[in-house]
């Protein structure tokens, strides 16, 4: 046990440290509109900004489409270029084809902005007013069905995180009871401790990091502190009461409070990179 042990947790740390290793993949801030009932043809668009840049992108009436740019048609970013919004708000050069539906900035867009559209088989545009983000990952959804100014829906998936979370418990749990039963805990009365220490723990962790990933983004710092305080609490926690019952002594509790909760973050991380789709972490 005691080697396999060691095993997982050198895996982990290996693991952690690879991850680490890429200087720019931590998570940044994004804007996402769903264009609803788009008329047929080519349609592009953008975010105005209420600010001359935000990260890379920044104001600038002579800058030249590149080959990274999704949209090399010369005519249309002169048409953007050319653009006078009413208020003020800048076009910072980020253009995408909106034909699909959708228009994504992942890469630090503006804090306050205008969705602004252009149809170039008629000449014409559609602006929304201004609005801001309201989550490190803002969504939004825009309804194209009338003419005349746009208006952006919140669209946050708040079900979906709702059901990453109940994953997470309940993996989570099945794990450590899994193993609980490994460890040699396996009365009524230990495995409902494991149980209910469990359900605190991880409901109170999983709550804390869908707000702090709402606000701020997902955080591979803010996971490990959380993971550390859970594996602390459990370690007294099991400590504490399983001796109590007579099963097993205090050293291979807090033996197993800890071996436990390495296996959970180390399934959890190798479930977030092979299905992100299940919100898993």
């Not at 090399?72 to 034909?99: H, K, M, P």
């Not at 014409?124 to 609005?131: D, I, P």
């Amino acid at each position: 046990m005691k080697k396999l042990a060691s095993l997982i947790l050198a895996f982990t740390l290996c693991f952690l440290l690879s991850v680490g290793a890429f200087a720019d993949t931590g998570p940044k801030p994004s804007v996402h509109v769903k264009l609803q009932n788009l008329p047929e043809g080519p349609v592009y668009g953008t975010l105005l900004s209420k600010s001359e840049s935000t990260g890379p992108a920044s104001y600038d009436p002579d800058y030249e489409p590149q080959e990274w740019d999704s949209v090399q048609d010369i005519t249309v970013w002169r048409a953007f270029q050319g653009y006078e919004d009413a208020d003020g708000f800048y076009f910072l050069n980020e253009l995408w084809d909106c034909s699909e539906g959708e228009l994504a900035w992942t890469y630090y867009p503006p804090r306050e902005f205008k969705l602004l559209l252009y149809f170039p088989e008629s000449g014409e545009w559609s602006a929304s007013g201004a609005y801001g983000q309201y989550a490190f990952d803002s969504y939004f959804a825009a309804d194209l069905s009338e003419s005349g100014t746009i208006e952006l829906t919140r669209s946050y998936d708040y079900g979906g995180e709702a059901l990453g979370l109940i994953a997470r418990v309940v993996i989570t749990l099945a794990i450590e009871l899994l193993l609980a039963l490994a460890f040699g805990y396996r009365t009524k009365g230990t495995l409902k401790v494991i149980a209910l220490m469990n359900l605190a723990t991880q409901l109170g962790m999983s709550i804390a990091l869908n707000v702090y990933a709402y606000f701020n983004g997902a955080s591979m710092g803010a996971l490990l502190l959380a993971e550390a305080l859970v594996t602390a609490v459990e370690t007294a926690g099991y400590c504490c009461e399983l001796p109590r019952r007579g099963v097993h002594s205090r050293r291979r509790a807090a033996g197993y409070a800890v071996f436990a909760n390495i296996c959970y973050l180390a399934a959890g991380l190798l479930l977030g990179l092979l299905l992100p789709e299940l919100n898993i972490l």
